[in-house]
């Protein structure tokens, strides 16, 4: 049986830290997103896109901050490279992100935070980041259960041949033997994973109902 080792903190543990720019100006917080296009338009829960601006402009807007928001990260003349040599906060996505390498850093000369909407920090000098004291900040278990779902997606469709029966219907061609020999099924196999962390565990939870042999993870990384 699985046993989630995962524990929550007292909010007293929890560190806190408030940002001021100092003196009464407000902060410049810098946000590279990506592009939505129409399907922003219309849908407003993409917050990650330039159109939706994660939803953040009315309250710093509110609160006295400026708020600049762009997709263009590539090159020396880019709207990244430009505003980020005074921006206070730097707010990106996972998938769009603006690296903050150490040159970056030498530019930023007031970055005080690097905040990824989303999870993932490997777009952020971290040992720089260190060194100039700049926090750097990740929306944590944001998309477990999403990512979770779709790992075991992904396994269904390669135990089940999926993908490779599929491009043959579209052919115009069936041939279930072939398909069948290269198929199987879930239950009574083994099935292990890397690590049983947030999403990990997850995975393993979803692969119970499928009566499995057995399952096995390998947690590399005690659990705090």
Not at 71 to 84: A, L, R, T, V, Y
Request: charged content about 20%.
């Amino acid at each position: 049986m699985l046993r989630n080792t995962i524990r929550a903190f007292p909010k007293s543990q929890i560190p806190s830290q408030r940002f001021s720019s100092g003196g009464s100006r407000g902060l410049k917080v810098l946000a590279i997103l990506y592009r939505g296009g129409e399907a922003a338009k219309q849908e407003p829960r993409l917050l990650g896109t330039v159109e939706n601006e994660l939803g953040l402009r009315p309250w710093l807007e509110s609160q006295g901050h400026e708020y600049l928001v762009s997709d263009d990260k590539e090159g020396s003349n880019s709207f990244f490279q430009k505003h980020i040599e005074d921006a206070d906060i730097l707010i990106t996505t996972p998938f769009h992100p603006g690296y903050v390498t150490p040159e970056v850093f030498n530019k930023a000369k007031n970055l005080k935070l690097c905040v990824t909407a989303g999870v993932g920090s490997d777009h952020v000098d971290l040992g720089t980041a260190v060194d100039k004291k700049v926090q750097v900040l990740e929306v944590t278990g944001s998309n477990v259960t999403s990512v979770a779902e779709q790992v075991l997606m992904n396994m269904l469709l390669l135990v089940r041949n999926y993908t490779p029966a599929h491009e043959m219907i579209e052919c115009g061609d069936w041939d279930v033997s072939q398909i069948a020999r290269n198929a199987f099924d879930l239950e009574g196999k083994v099935i292990g994973t890397i690590g049983a962390g947030r999403i990990g565990y997850r995975v393993l939870q979803r692969l119970a109902p499928f009566s499995p042999k057995e399952l096995l993870y390998y947690d590399y990384s005690p659990p705090f």
